[in-house]
């Protein structure tokens, strides 16, 4: 075999052998490495109140408006209400909500405002009203009336009637028999007291002692505020301090109380004339009346 032969059968091996290192590179390079399957990491969650369905601008926050809702404990953020241990709905919150909140969305505490506390409107049932009237001493029991208490409301008015039809003197009788100048009736029952003065709530853990105030504020309907409007212009007002716990509502019970009615001096007078004149053998009674300057003569029969 000469030499030029063998040149090129060595050529043509090392050839060779480039090209199968080369297809063996190209295959291991194709090759992946089996992946590992790793398990994820547990991810912590807490509870936070959300809302159970969508709330309205003032409504209370309990158990029919909020609920506890899982949540991862790295996405919690300020102002979140997370559950303590097995705390309930109601422990946690307490308080009305002062912007509407999505059914789902997460409670927010800036959102929360206190029930008693506050701004007086805070305090106020859905539909009711805050009203003012003026007091003293006397027509506020005393200054035991406080915030939190219930009252009935009475009004004392002048009234005066005349009768100018036939018969009118024996209609002026039966008039001046029943009422002269002053009347006296509830015209509200069972009215929760909102604050005295600028007193929101009653100061804890301090003896409940008379403090007079000069106002009170009272939580009314529309028609209730309408009411007490009219009142004040036709006379004073008077509270009247319920027990605690009474809350029944009597209506109108009896004839109105008024100055005739509540005193007898009258009623007696005409019973001693009719006595007198009866024993005269007359059949007609004068009976003269005076009231300041003025003097009525009025004709009684038997």
């Given amino acids: ?147 939190g208490d219930y009252v009935d409301i009475m009004l004392t008015y002048r009234e005066r009637i005349n009768y100018e039809g036939a018969d009118g003197e024996d209609y002026s009788l039966l008039i001046n028999k029943n009422i002269r100048s002053f009347a006296t009736e509830t015209i509200l029952e069972n009215i929760r007291v909102l604050a005295v003065d600028q007193t929101y709530e009653r100061e804890s853990g301090k003896e409940d002692v008379a403090r007079t105030g000069r106002t009170v504020t009272l939580e009314v309907d529309r028609t209730a505020a309408e009411k007490l409007a009219m009142a004040g212009q036709l006379g004073d007002l008077s509270l009247a301090l319920r027990a605690l716990g009474d809350d029944e509502i009597l209506g109108v019970i009896g004839p109105v109380t008024t100055d005739a009615r509540t005193t007898r001096v009258f009623h007696e007078v005409i019973e001693e004339i009719s006595r007198a004149e009866d024993s005269a053998g007359k059949n007609a009674r004068i009976v003269r009346i005076y009231k300041g300057d003025n003097v009525q003569d009025i004709q009684v029969y038997p």
């Fill in 1 to 147: 075999m000469n030499r030029n032969m063998l040149i090129v059968l060595a050529g043509g091996f090392l050839i060779a052998v480039l090209v199968a290192l080369l297809v063996q590179a190209a295959l291991s390079g194709s090759r992946k490495e089996p992946e590992v399957a790793v398990a994820p990491a547990e991810v912590k969650t807490v509870e936070i109140a959300v809302a159970r369905r969508d709330i309205r601008r003032g409504e209370d926050l309990g158990t029919e408006t909020v609920r506890w809702q899982r949540w991862p404990e790295d996405g919690t953020f300020p102002g979140a209400v997370v559950r303590k241990d097995d705390e309930s709905i109601s422990s946690a919150l307490d308080g009305r909500i002062l912007q509407p909140v999505k059914e789902g969305d997460p409670i927010i505490r800036s959102l929360i405002t206190a029930q008693r506390t506050g701004a007086l409107a805070t305090t106020l049932a859905r539909g009711m009203r805050a009203f003012t009237i003026n007091v003293n001493s006397a027509s506020m029991v005393g200054g035991f009336v406080g915030p």
